[in-house]
């Protein structure tokens, strides 16, 4: 019942930026923590940046300060600022989010997990 589109992605150059956007749409309930994951080719799929529906953030090492996660509760989207990306930032970028649906009753269900399609950003160096 519920997706989530992911936007954003693309080409860039070494040093350069993009904002990656997710929206979840559906019978939502109750989206706690909204995250980014990437997977590069031959590499397992990692963490990027996780953010609560109250707004506590967490970040992966290897960001170094350069991304931003923020969160428009209101919207039930989640954005992925990437400034100064190098190289080895290139893979498909992911969308996470465990969801609880409601039922006819107005009940909540779930959560289950819920994985966007993927966007693929690429560096060039």
């Known amino acids: 019942q519920v997706q989530l589109v992911e936007s954003g992605g693309g080409l860039v150059q070494a040093g350069g930026s993009l904002r990656l956007s997710c929206t979840a749409s559906?019978?939502?309930?109750?989206?706690?923590?909204m995250g980014w994951y990437r997977q590069a080719p031959g590499k397992q799929r990692e963490m990027v940046a996780r953010?609560?529906?109250?707004?506590?953030?967490n970040y992966a090492d290897f960001v170094k300060g350069r991304f931003t996660i923020s969160r428009d509760n209101a919207k039930n989207t989640v954005y992925l600022q990437m400034n100064g990306l190098k190289p080895e930032d290139t893979a498909v970028y992911y969308c996470?989010?465990?969801?609880?649906?409601?039922?006819?009753?107005?009940?909540?269900?779930?959560?289950?997990?819920?994985w966007g399609q993927g966007t693929q950003v690429t560096v060039s160096s």
């Open positions: 559906g019978r939502i309930f109750n989206i706690n923590v």
């Open positions: 996470n989010a465990p969801i609880q649906t409601y039922d006819s009753m107005g009940v909540g269900q779930g959560p289950s997990d819920y």
């Open positions: 953010i609560t529906s109250g707004g506590s953030t």
